[in-house]
C-alpha cells in the first residue's frame, strides 16, 4: 500500500532512490507529503520523509528544525525541490520560443527576486502564501546545514532534486540571513579578531554553511578556489574575474579592518588549512583588499598564494614603512599593463 502511494506521489524512480536509505519493511520511519510541521506524528522514528517539494513551505528554515527536533542524533531526513535550474529547464522545454522567453523572466522576478526583497517580500506571501517559490541547489542544502544536518547524498529525478540528509547537531536558527546584493562574510582579522568582510554577492543565500561540504566532495582547484563550486550564482564569473565583487571592501580600509594591501582575508575553514607558521605571521597584521599574489603576478592556486602570502610578510616584518608601497604599484602595474585578473 505505501509502495503504491509513494509511486503514485513522486514516481517508481522516486521509491527506488529512497529504498537505498529507508527500509520500508521496518516501522522507525515515517513518509509524510506536506509543507507544515503540524501534520508530523508525534510517536518516534528515526528517518522523515517529506514528498512535497519545499518550494512550496512558507517556512523553510522552520520546517526543517521541526524535523531536527522530531529525530534523533543520526536520524535520516529525505526531501525534494524544484531548484531554479530545473525550473528554467521545464519553462524552456514546455513552452514555444518567444512566448518561453518572457514567462521565464516574469517567473524569475515574481517567484525568485521577489521573496528575497524586503519591499515586495510581504507582497510575495500574501498573494502566493509562499506556494511556487523558486529556491536554489546551495540555498536548499545550506539551509539545510544551517538547520543542523549533514548533506549524504542528492539526485535528480523526474525534474525535481531529491536529498538525503543526517542530523548532526540542532539547528543554528539563523536569524539574519543575509539576500541582498551587498552582504558582510565573517573573516579572521588581525590578532584573530573576527571582522565583517563587505563583498558583492556571488554566491547563493545560505552558501557559506556549505564551504566544509564542497571541499570535503571537490576539493580546491588550480585556481585556490573550491572546486566544481555550485554555490556560485550565472553571473559570478564575470564578477569575480574583474575584482568587481571585492570592491566593497573599500569600506572596510576606510573602518580600520583591514589595509590596502596585504594578505586576503580568509574564513575560519580555510585558515585551518594555513600551516601554523604562516597563520602566526597572518595574526600580526590586518589582512588587506590587494593580495601580494597579484602583486608578485603568481597563479591563484593554494600553494602559490600562502607562498606569495609569506614572502609578502616576511617583507613586511623587515621593511614595515615601505612593502605595501611597493606591493600597491606592484599590483597596479600588473593588472594595468599585464592585464592580471582575479583567478
Not at 541582498?180 to 590578532?191: C, E, F, Q, S, V
Not at 613586511?316 to 585578473?341: L, Q, S
Amino acid at each position: 500500500m505505501l509502495k503504491s502511494k509513494i509511486i503514485q506521489e513522486s514516481g517508481e524512480r522516486a521509491y527506488n532512490y529512497l529504498c537505498d536509505y529507508i527500509d520500508f519493511k521496518g516501522n522507525d520511519f515515517v513518509v509524510l507529503s506536506t509543507t507544515t510541521s503540524f501534520n508530523f506524528p508525534i510517536n518516534d522514528y528515526s528517518s522523515l520523509v517529506n514528498l512535497h517539494r519545499v518550494n512550496d513551505i512558507r517556512y523553510i528554515n522552520k520546517f526543517f528544525e521541526s524535523v531536527n527536533i522530531q529525530l534523533p542524533d543520526g536520524g535520516v531526513f529525505i526531501g525534494c525541490v524544484e531548484t531554479f535550474r530545473l525550473r528554467a529547464n521545464r519553462i524552456v522545454s514546455s513552452r514555444v520560443p518567444i512566448y518561453r522567453n518572457v514567462y521565464f523572466f516574469l517567473d524569475f522576478i515574481l517567484t525568485r527576486v521577489f521573496p528575497k526583497l524586503p519591499i515586495f517580500k510581504k507582497f510575495y506571501f500574501a498573494i502566493t502564501g509562499g506556494q511556487r517559490r523558486v529556491i536554489s541547489k546551495a540555498e536548499t542544502l545550506g539551509r539545510l546545514v544551517c538547520c543542523g544536518f549533514e548533506i549524504v547524498d542528492y539526485k535528480i529525478i523526474n525534474n525535481l532534486l531529491y536529498f538525503v540528509t543526517k542530523k548532526v547537531s540542532a539547528p543554528n536558527y539563523d536569524l539574519n540571513p543575509s539576500y541582498g546584493p551587498l552582504y558582510t562574510m565573517p573573516r579572521i582579522g588581525k590578532d584573530e579578531k573576527i571582522i565583517g568582510v563587505y563583498k558583492l554577492r556571488t554566491m547563493h543565500p545560505y552558501a557559506e554553511y556549505l564551504q566544509d561540504y564542497i571541499l570535503k566532495v571537490n576539493g580546491y582547484a588550480d585556481s585556490g578556489k573550491p572546486a566544481d563550486d555550485f554555490r556560485l550564482t550565472p553571473w559570478a564569473k564575470t564578477i569575480r574575474k574583474y575584482w568587481l565583487d571585492e570592491l566593497p571592501q573599500l569600506l572596510n580600509v576606510l573602518k580600520g579592518d583591514l589595509n590596502l594591501v596585504g594578505a586576503r582575508p580568509v574564513s575560519k575553514r580555510y585558515f585551518q588549512d594555513i600551516p601554523e607558521d604562516l597563520q602566526k605571521l597572518r595574526l600580526k597584521y590586518k589582512p588587506g583588499c590587494i593580495p601580494p599574489y597579484v602583486a608578485l603576478n603568481r597563479n591563484g592556486s593554494v600553494d602559490s598564494v600562502l607562498s606569495a602570502e609569506r614572502e609578502y610578510l616576511e617583507e613586511k616584518g623587515r621593511k614595515p614603512y615601505t612593502t605595501d608601497i611597493k606591493y600597491f604599484f606592484k599590483a597596479v602595474f600588473n593588472i594595468v599593463f599585464r592585464n592580471k585578473r582575479s583567478a
